[in-house]
């Protein structure tokens, strides 16, 4: 491939990829394309696959059968992983780093590695490590860590940034660091690919997402699309004395009674139907003891694909 070519496809194209570790399938015939400037997501639980996937594309793992290109290169070939190397940034799941080593000189030696100018302070002020140069890394807190892999990831500006779990251990505080890092480079044009199992980062951040269930893609679309897919419908439900439907809200979907409690199943915008249910029950005077509405969510979505909750704790 020319280097015209190779500099105008997608960032990342995987096709059918399988990983087997012996008689366990990491990865089942995994394909995607990510183009260049998105973010694109893996959601999935533990030993779905994503970090398999991500190591394939990194040059770290050679696929069982398959193929990966990154930047229209093939990792797997050691002269093309050359020419890689300096366009990919990678923070993985878990890092070894020199547990004597500081904050800054780490830094330095990835600098060295990567044959470019250190940015040592600029860089653990961007990551929340400012003041920490010197902090060995055996003295660093878990989250710490993390968020000094970060760094080490986008110091020499990366085209393509791989990122597994990257909030995963994190506070409140690294998780929004992470994230504005993200927001940054979307707005600089880079192209990101992050494994995750958090919802909420997934939603936020991705692009598209795809649903991986035992190494495969069960699902792929934007986090809006897949909640109007696959979330199910809004429901609105109120309990209030002597409350009855209209005809003006019996439009709005399917009514049922269950004990005391009217429960609308809408395809509509829930708020909207939230609003006229209350307006009827204030105008017929029904003393209303209890009201709820439920929107679809990315979890709802995540459910119903995979027959399987997700979430912290699980
Ligand atoms: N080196 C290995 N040898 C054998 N099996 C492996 C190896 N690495 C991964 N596996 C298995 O492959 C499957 C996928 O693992 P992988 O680490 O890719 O999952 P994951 O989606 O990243 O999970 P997590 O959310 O826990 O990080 C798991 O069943 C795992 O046990
Ligand atoms: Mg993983």
Known sequence: MSENQASAGPAI????????????????????????????????????GKTTTLECCIGLSKPTSGSVRILGLDPTSARDFAALRPRIGVQLQSTSLPEKAAVGEVLELYAAYYGITPRAAEMASRVGLEGKLDRQIVQMSGGEQQRLAL??????????????????????????????????????????IL??????????????????????????????????????DATVCI????????????????????????QLVTHGEPGLALAAVVTHANAISA???????????????????????????E
């Open 13 to 48: 194209v995987v096709e059918r990829l399988v990983k087997r570790y012996g008689d366990v399938e990491a990865v089942a015939g995994l394909s995607f394309s990510v183009p260049r400037g998105a973010i694109f997501g893996l959601l999935g639980r533990n030993g779905a």
């Open 151 to 192: 760094a080490l990831a986008l110091q020499h500006d990366p085209e393509v940034v791989f990122l597994d779990e990257p909030t995963a251990g994190m506070d409140a505080f690294g998780r929004r660091i992470l994230w504005a890092e993200v927001e940054a480079l979307r707005a600089a044009g880079k192209t990101i």
């Open 195 to 232: 494994t995750t199992h958090y919802i909420e980062e997934a939603e936020r951040l991705c692009d598209t997402l795809c649903v991986v269930q035992r190494g495969r893609i069960i699902a792929e679309d934007t986090p809006e699309n897949l909640v109007t897919r696959y979330g199910g």
């Open 239 to 262: 309990t209030a004395d002597g409350f009855s439907p209209d005809d003006a809200l019996r439009g709005l979907g399917t009514w049922a009674k269950a004990k005391d409690e009217w």
């Open 287 to 313: 003393t209303v003891r209890s009201l709820d509405m439920h929107r679809p969510t990315l979890e709802d979505a995540f459910i119903a694909v995979t027959g399987e909750t997700i979430g912290e704790g």
